[in-house]
T-cell receptor
């Protein structure tokens, strides 16, 4: 079946470094992708999204890159801070009758060392 | 503006029992989606409600059912609980079906 997965379950970085979290998706029909951050004891929080007609989108300290040729998505966090420590999920969505239902991957745990 | 709230925060039930979880959507949001998140996994879509009607369902059995009320709050009901139903249940609301979803903190359900 279709799935979304992450290459690395855990990523450890030093404060101030740039972090890159990768994600592979398998449904070539997916047309909208989202990155979420989930801190312990909380629900997922929207970080940034990108539509399939784009290959790059930038936010505050974050950049999402989409490579549809190899069905790969990445989240880049600049100048990583301890507050960035969390589990990060990518999600692919299909437009089903006007609804965008995200399919989440397993997640990557980002650990930022001071 | 109040965000998405869920109740209760934690719940312990016995196998075979029934449970009802509640969600209050963010003000102005008419769409509510429910997710099950097992430990160490990403959230799995259960179903979505839009203006009191079910608007999509994931791969969950019929013993998972829901309701949405005129004020757009929602309930998730699970009958005949199984041990594997132990998980964090997340509710997310959005202004409509094709907009960004805002998640609540979840209800941690433990089935013994």
């Amino acid at each position: 079946g279709e799935s979304v997965g992450l290459h690395l379950p855990t990523l450890s970085v030093q404060e101030g470094d740039n972090s890159i979290i990768n994600c592979a998706y398998s449904n070539s029909a997916s047309d909208y992708f989202i990155w979420y951050k989930q801190e312990s004891g909380k629900g997922p929080q929207f970080i940034i999204d990108i539509r399939s007609n784009m290959d790059k989108r930038q936010g505050q300290r974050v950049t999402v890159l989409l490579n549809k040729t190899v069905k790969h998505l990445s989240l880049q966090i600049a100048a990583t801070q301890p507050g960035d420590s969390a589990v990060y999920f990518c999600a692919e969505t299909l437009n089903k009758g006007g609804s965008y239902i995200p399919t989440f991957g397993r997640g990557t745990s980002l650990i930022v060392h001071p | 503006e109040t965000g998405v709230t869920q109740s209760p925060t934690h719940l312990i039930k016995t196998r075979g029992q029934q449970v009802t979880l509640r969600c209050s959507s963010q003000s102005g949001h008419n769409t509510v989606s429910w997710y099950q998140q097992a430990l160490g996994q990403g959230p799995q879509f259960i179903f979505q409600y839009y203006r009191e009607e079910e608007n999509g369902r994931g791969n969950f059995p019929p013993r998972f059912s829901g309701l949405q009320f005129p004020n757009y709050s929602s309930e998730l009901n699970v009958n005949a609980l199984e041990l594997d139903d132990s998980a964090l249940y997340l509710c997310a609301s959005s202004p409509s079906t094709n907009y960004e979803q805002y998640f609540g903190p979840g209800t941690r359900l433990t089935v013994t």
